[in-house]
Nanobody, 119 residues
C-alpha cells in the first residue's frame, strides 16, 4: 500500500529554522505534484508549498521567501526547508502527493507532524 512518512517536527524559537522530510513508498505510478499543507488550531488546512513533476514551484504568500520545497524524483522524497520561523507558523504539517489518474486524481497524505514556534 502507498505510504507517505514524515519526519518529526519539533519546537523551534522564532527566527530559527527547521527542515521537514517526507518519503513516499508503494505503487504510486506518477508523482504529478508533491506538496506541503499545514493546519493551525481552529483554521482550515492550507496549501503552503507545491512542486510539480517538472520542478515548477508555488508558495502561499504567508511563507513566500521563507520556505523552500524540494523534491527528489529518484528517491521519491519531498522536503520543506523553513527559515525565519514565526509563532504564526505553528501548525500540524502534512505531506501530500497527487497522482493524476484518469478519470479522477488520487490523493495521498502523510500522517502529519507538529511544528511549534515559540516567541
Amino acid at each position: 500500500q502507498v505510504q507517505l512518512v514524515e519526519s518529526e517536527g519539533g519546537l523551534v524559537q522564532a527566527g530559527g529554522s527547521l527542515r521537514l522530510s517526507c518519503a513516499a513508498s508503494g505503487s504510486i505510478f506518477s508523482f504529478n505534484a508533491m506538496a506541503w499543507y499545514r493546519q493551525a488550531p481552529g483554521k482550515q488546512r492550507e496549501l503552503i508549498a507545491q512542486e510539480s513533476s517538472s520542478g515548477s514551484t508555488r508558495y502561499a504568500d504567508s511563507v513566500k521567501g521563507r520556505f523552500t520545497i524540494s523534491r527528489d524524483n529518484v528517491k521519491n522524497t519531498v522536503d520543506l526547508q523553513m527559515n525565519s520561523l514565526k509563532p504564526e507558523d505553528t501548525a500540524v504539517y502534512y505531506c501530500h502527493v497527487r497522482e493524476d489518474r484518469w478519470p479522477t486524481p488520487v490523493n495521498y497524505w502523510g500522517q502529519g507532524t507538529q511544528v511549534t514556534v515559540s516567541s
